[in-house]
């Protein structure tokens, strides 16, 4: 049970890939010898987790690429068998992370109480402390400074109350536990990523830093936001394209200034 679930991590789906569930209502394993063989490996390992984690992560199922072939659809449409590596979403707490990462305000503080969660008057769920005002409308207190920028694993998780940001992109909501994450694709993620409150108020972070990093030079910051993002440099044509529209961007907010935002350049 315990090296499935391992292995669910790694893949995003278990050799048996009904986590919580062994019995005879639950899927057969895809490759019961291997999931023997891994199970007899850690324990004579130890019990060593990395051990472990290192035989998996150095296989050649694990360092296969995303790539689709004609036969492998053909035999594994459903890619149980691990015909191509599978492709997967960043967990909801990663992306968060993530965009605070880049944009270089995450708070690494480590341990303490958890950072409070509290409904906004739009029905958001943000950082912040529950308070009602006298008109009975949701007005919550703002968190010591900071707090509001630490890793996800410190947010308070209400049942009641997920943080819209990560509630949106699959949170679990503990309901009376998670034996394995949902990954969906709808419009709300698309839309938060666009409009969303904490991710313009990360993005203007992002593009403070990278202007303070690279200065006025456009290609320079083209190049810098990437190595940000994806730890690598543009290739030519994503270069091209981004001081494309970074001109394009330019002139409509030259000719067309939006009232409190910064100077276009």
């Known amino acids: 049970v315990l090296v499935n679930r391992f292995w669910m991590h790694h893949f995003g789906r278990g050799i048996v890939s009904t986590p919580g569930d062994f019995g005879r209502l639950g899927a057969l394993p895809t490759h019961p010898e291997l999931l023997d063989w891994l199970a007899s490996e850690f324990v004579s ?3 060593s987790l990395k051990s472990f984690h290192r035989k998996v992560m150095l296989s050649r199922a694990y360092r296969q690429n995303s790539t689709h072939t004609a036969k492998g659809d053909e035999v594994d449409p459903d890619n149980k068998y691990l015909s191509h590596s599978p492709l997967r979403r960043l967990e909801a707490e990663s992306i968060r992370d993530a965009m605070l990462d880049v944009s270089g305000k995450l708070n690494r503080k480590a341990f303490g109480p958890p950072v409070p969660v509290a409904e906004n008057e739009s029905g958001e769920v943000i950082c912040g402390i529950e308070h009602i ?60 990523l666009m409009n969303g409150d904490v991710v313009r108020k990360i993005a203007r972070h992002t593009a403070e830093r990278v202007v303070a990093e690279a200065g ?18 543009p290739s030519e044509t994503e270069r091209a394209e981004a001081l494309k529209f970074l001109s394009d961007q330019t002139q409509t907010l030259t000719a067309s200034p939006v009232e409190g935002a910064p100077p276009a350049d």
Not at 152 to 169: A, G, M, P
Request: charged fraction near 25%; proline fraction near 9%; aromatic fraction near 4%.
């Open 45 to 47: 390992s130890g019990w």
């Open 133 to 192: 005002d006298g008109n009975g409308i949701h007005a919550p207190k703002p968190v010591p400074e900071g707090e509001d920028l630490r890793r996800s694993i410190y947010i308070q998780v209400r049942r009641s109350k997920l943080l819209s940001v990560l509630d949106t992109f699959d949170l679990p909501a503990m309901e009376p536990n998670c034996e394995q994450r949902s990954s969906s694709t709808v419009a709300p993620q698309s839309l938060l």
């Open 216 to 233: 006025a030079e456009p290609s320079a910051r083209v190049d810098r936001v990437w190595r940000l993002a994806l730890g690598r440099l």
